[in-house]
């Protein structure tokens, strides 16, 4: 098997995909604790679809603070060393978690977005790691990436991912430039969509450009959990009104995220 040119992909493409991160003990361990969290959601679940439509696309945050085996993700897998190795990274902070479930059925879109202009932040050294504990393709909602556009320069408007919250006047921000449309583009994009089994993971740059289709499938779960990594060079940025969870670590614009270890310690550093 051909190894990966992990730093260099990720600095050309902003996008590598990483085959059997995990092994069958971990997809089980996260895999139930993927399910625990949707049956009984903490008060950052949120529910995607809108009411009545079919499926469930569900998604909570910060699982990590209230559940050990999210948390034992970021120390004990190898995840935290991909992030630094593609980043290039001195030492890696946790930065948070996600979990992103399309149940079968489920015709709700990922829109396509960045995931920096979400984040109260600055900096190059943001990265996720993006686990499948289930066997992902195009029919169940496998997410497409645009590689390079890491590299493309603006930060672009964040996209509600909510039914009925494309009004929402947090997402209307005029420093950001507003989202091209990648569908009317694709012709001319290189646009990669991997085929994942579970305990693979993708590697990706948080100005990467990214979205997925809805889960088309009548019996085939797709449920991911996001490791979100930030490296040395991240630094606070105040005045980012959509992630409030974020904000409650009441840093200043400048600050360290060495300055809340507490929140985002480190969990990784380059031997």
Request: aromatic share 12%.
């Amino acid at each position: 098997m051909m190894a990966i040119d992990l730093a260099g992909t990720y600095a050309t493409d902003g996008v590598v995909h990483v085959k059997g991160v995990l092994d069958a003990p971990w997809i089980a361990r996260l895999a139930a604790a993927v399910d625990r969290a949707m049956a009984a959601p903490g008060r950052r679940a949120i529910e995607f679809q809108a009411p009545g439509e079919p499926g469930r696309f569900f998604g909570d945050m910060f699982m990590h603070r209230r559940d050990p085996d999210f948390r034992a993700a970021f120390f004990e897998t190898r995840c935290a060393a991909l992030a630094g190795e593609a980043m290039g990274a001195r030492q890696v902070h946790l930065f948070y978690d996600q979990i992103f479930a399309k149940e079968p059925g489920t015709p709700r879109r990922t829109p396509w977005h960045q995931d920096f202009p979400y984040w109260p932040a600055t900096g190059d050294m943001f990265c996720t790691v993006y686990l499948a504990l289930d066997a992902i393709d195009a029919q169940n909602g496998g997410v497409e990436y645009v590689a390079g556009s890491h590299r493309w320069g603006p930060d672009y408007c964040p996209q509600p991912f909510r039914a009925g919250g494309e009004g929402a006047e947090r997402y209307r921000n005029p420093a950001f430039a507003p989202a091209p449309d990648i569908d009317a583009l694709r012709d001319t994009l290189d646009i990669r969509r991997y085929d994942m089994a579970p305990g693979d993971a993708v590697v990706f740059h948080g100005k990467l450009v990214h979205g997925a289709g809805g889960n088309d499938t009548p019996d085939r779960r797709r449920r991911t959990v996001a490791l979100r990594f930030a490296g040395e060079d991240a630094r606070w940025r105040e005045g980012v009104p959509t992630f409030k969870a974020l904000n409650a670590a009441k840093l200043k614009t400048g600050d360290r995220l060495d300055a809340r270890a507490d929140l985002f310690p480190v969990v990784w550093r380059r031997p």
